[in-house]
């Protein structure tokens, strides 16, 4: 029930506010731990099972009937007097957007491993993003109870694959049976001599200390240890079972102490929108997390790098398992405004604070073709397609000039079965998915540069612009820099010049979007009496095609991580296939009469892989990838895609388009 603005709780500013991610791969058991940590902190009375589909974090009906979670969900608790805010995150690769977006406002985080399926490729992915991140994470074991694991090959393969500064809280008794017992550091002198140990090898004072033979105090080490962790050098090891409870205690008791706000408070707004959805009623929620100042009701807001701007109208907050009515966000909280279309994902409110974090690792490697059955609900489709895409930018919705088809980007099957299932529940559209193909990139060869003066050759505009490109780092995507002051062209100019050539590269020689390249803008001419903004936009495009046009480009592929187990009797066969595929393989295990191959693949070649491991080791193998990079496809892969017949590429149709516009 959600309560009037009248009897919102203010709350009390001695207290922390820490925002908590709990991340895995699929199936580890993130919501069942989720639903313990409410049900011990009072907010619910009853744990939630996700095979009943009655949990807290996984609202939408889809994600209730499928047994997965499909979004990110932010929900509150109080533990010893501080707000938690928790944040349970999708396990499945292909929601992986949800989760980049989560963890770009988390403090600290909760990585949780099966004990039964240990360390998989997306684990790894995570704790990699969290690593750079700085976040302060604990590893939580789970499903200890689990017939046949081992949690010392388990802390092995932990240190071997993710990260040798771990420490054991706990030890086990029983383990692989529902009779499992768990120990505690302070009453386990090997696992504390461990734990010194490890204090030892980053900590100089530590190591001087034992080696003095003093004595060193079990609640020292224990301090140490969360000091360690919140410095993003040491990561605890909690075991247990979500589904009997156990160890979910040692966490609920550990988690107020993983995140101290040090810095410097200032009274200036800093806030980023991290997630947006629509309720029942079509309305816009708009997720913010408040980084400084506060967020007030009747405040006009700023939004950063923009000259956009917003009235705020209405706030809830999250407050022990419900939504209530607030006049304020505070800092370091996370709050919800309603009323305003300005906003979307990723803005940032106010001024950046030095404490955003941003992680990048969702990667749509396919795009796909969306229609009706009923053609004439085309147009509603649109519709729909554009208030999901406002949920997730990811979606890259366009309409092909050409055939006018509807097309989407998405990271793999799972995702179009999810989109096809919310555009008929929630919508009522019957859809259908075709032309899927894998989203290819152009990156430069060499050097390419264009001069276009005013009012010379096939410039009409009254504009002149000179660009440069060239290559960039893999990875770097586009690099824009301008050798022109304000001085000599004014800034609406320049601006223009800048949002053309990000326009422009969305669409290269061979049709796919540009990337690691630089542009430098060296040269200009304008007339002080006719030339608009608009005329730099619209020669801009000419000059770069020219300057790539002599640079050349190359096709870039995507590639993925990829973890294939199968039996051993079918290994030959799956060494064949990833050969096949051309794929590289970086390790393998033989484990338990199970083959395990790592490596990396291209995701063109490997899109219906899971399905084909199904088939062949008859459900006992399992294929996972998370995209990795963009590489140099080989000779062989030659994929030219269609470009709009008014591409600046094609320039006497684009300027004949563009002066029809004109006029």
Request: one cysteine or more.
């Amino acid at each position: 029930m959600i309560k009037n603005k009248e009897e919102t709780n203010e709350i009390n500013k001695n207290k922390k506010i820490i925002n908590l991610g709990i991340v895995a791969h699929v199936d580890a058991g993130k919501t069942t731990i989720t639903e313990n940590l409410l049900y011990m902190s009072g907010a619910i009375r009853e744990i939630g099972r996700v095979d009943n589909g009655n949990t807290q974090t996984d609202s939408m009906e889809i994600e209730r009937k499928r047994g997965i979670s499909i979004k990110s969900t932010p929900i509150s608790i109080n533990i010893n007097g501080n707000k938690i805010n928790i944040i349970d995150t999708p396990g499945h690769v292909e929601f992986v957007a949800e989760v980049e977006r989560a963890l770009s406002i988390l403090d600290c985080a909760v990585l949780v491993i099966s004990a039964k399926e240990g360390v998989q490729s997306h684990t790894r992915v995570l704790f990699k993003i969290l690593k750079s991140l700085e976040i302060p994470t604990i590893i939580f074991v789970n499903k200890v109870d689990r017939l046949g694991v081992d949690c010392e090959e388990l802390i092995k393969d932990i240190r071997e694959l993710l990260s040798e500064n771990i420490v054991k809280l706990q030890c086990i008794d029983k383990q692989g049976s529902r009779e499992v017992k768990l120990g505690n550091i302070l009453n386990d002198s090997e696992i504390m001599d461990e734990a010194i140990e490890k204090l030892c090898d980053i900590d100089e004072s530590i190591l001087e200390r034992y080696l003095d033979r003093e004595v060193i105090e079990k609640s020292y080490v224990i301090n140490r240890i969360i000091q360690e962790n919140n410095k993003c050098r040491l990561y605890p090891v909690f075991f247990g079972s979500a589904l009997l409870g156990l160890g979910i205690n040692e966490i609920f008791n550990y988690i107020p102490e993983m995140f101290s706000d040090n810095n410097k408070a200032r009274k200036d707004l800093s806030g980023r929108v991290f997630k947006i959805t629509h309720n029942s009623n079509g309305e816009k929620e708009i997720y913010v997390k408040i980084y400084d100042g506060e967020l007030r009701v009747r405040d006009t807001i700023n939004i950063h790098d923009s000259n956009r701007m917003f009235k705020v109208k209405r706030v809830k907050v999250l407050e022990e398992g419900r939504c209530i009515e607030s006049h304020k966000i505070q800092k370091g909280d996370i709050g919800i405004i309603y009323g305003t279309d300005e906003l979307m994902v990723g803005d940032i409110l106010g001024y950046r604070s030095s404490g955003m974090k941003i992680a990048s690792i969702a990667k749509p490697t396919i795009k796909t073709a969306v229609k009706c059955v009923n053609p004439r609900e085309n147009v509603a489709l649109y519709e729909a397609l554009k208030r999901l895409s406002i949920e997730d930018p990811l979606l890259n919705l366009e309409i092909d000039d050409y055939t006018k088809k509807i097309y989407v980007s998405v990271l793999g099957e799972i995702q179009i079965d999810i989109i096809k299932e919310i555009l008929e529940e929630q919508f009522g559209l019957m859809v259908i998915f075709d032309d899927v193909h894998t989203i290819y990139k152009e990156a430069p060869i060499g050097f390419g540069e264009s001069i276009m003066p005013i009012y010379r050759g096939k410039n009409p505009f009254a504009a002149g612009v000179g660009i440069r490109v060239e290559p960039a780092e893999r990875g770097a995507g586009i690099i824009y820099e301008t050798e022109v002051s304000y001085g000599d062209l004014l800034k609406p100019f320049q601006n223009a010049v800048r949002e053309a050539v990000y326009e422009t590269c969305k669409c290269g020689l061979k049709g796919w979007e540009i990337t690691d390249m630089k542009v430098t803008f060296f040269f200009s001419d304008y007339n002080s009496v006719d030339s608009t903004p608009a005329d730099f936009r619209n020669l801009t495009p000419l000059a770069l095609m020219r300057a790539l046009k002599e640079a050349g480009t190359e096709i870039l592929e995507p590639y993925c991580n990829f973890e294939l187990k199968v039996p051993n009797e079918v290994s030959g066969k799956a060494m064949a296939d990833i050969k096949f595929m051309r794929g590289t393989v970086l390790n393998i295990l033989n484990i338990n009469n199970e083959f395990e191959i790592t490596g990396t693949i291209p995701s063109d070649t490997s899109q219906k892989y899971g399905t084909i491991v199904a088939s062949y080791t008859e459900g006992r193998g399992i294929f996972t990838s998370d995209f990795f990079e963009y590489r140099k496809a080989p000779g062989e892969v030659c994929v030219e895609r269609e470009k709009d017949k008014n591409h600046p590429f094609n320039e006497d149709m684009y300027l004949m388009y563009k002066m029809n516009v004109l006029k």
